[in-house]
């Protein structure tokens, strides 16, 4: 499975970005799909992840509310809408996906990574 991330770019403070991450290949083994980010000098951080049917999501505290996750398998595609983004919201942003139904934070549970698109958020 090939992922790949793109929409990333420089917004100011409160405005709002979208990002989006295709799959290719051997879609049919991905179930369960994220986003990461890491900011400069720190480690690689759950942002969201959501479950093949997209009825379960789950977020990470400090973007709940702002950020909403989303995919269309017929497109092989997953979303990550990012509203009122706070310069702390700063990183490379990478998604990433697995074959396993179960829901994890842990980037050792994720079997396939896009190459990580950047977002930039000006005070």
């Known amino acids: 499975v090939q992922l790949q991330a793109f929409g990333g770019g420089l917004v100011q403070a409160g405005g709002s970005l979208r990002l989006s991450c295709a799959a290719s290949?051997?879609?049919?083994?991905?179930?369960?799909m994220a986003w990461f980010r890491q900011a400069p000098g720190n480690e690689r951080e759950f942002v969201a992840a959501?479950?093949?049917?997209?009825?379960?999501?789950y977020y990470t505290d400090s973007v709940k509310g702002r950020f909403t996750i989303s995919r269309d398998n017929a497109k092989n595609t997953v979303y990550l809408q990012m509203n009122s983004l706070k310069p702390e919201d700063t990183a490379v942003y990478y998604c990433?996906?697995?074959?396993?139904?179960?829901?994890?934070?842990?980037?050792?549970?994720?079997?396939?990574w896009g190459q990580g698109t950047l977002v930039t958020v000006s005070s």
């Open positions: 990433a996906a697995t074959s396993t139904w179960e829901y994890t934070q842990d980037t050792k549970g994720y079997d396939y």
């Open positions: 290949g051997r879609t049919f083994s991905v179930n369960l």
């Open positions: 959501i479950s093949w049917s997209g009825v379960s999501t």
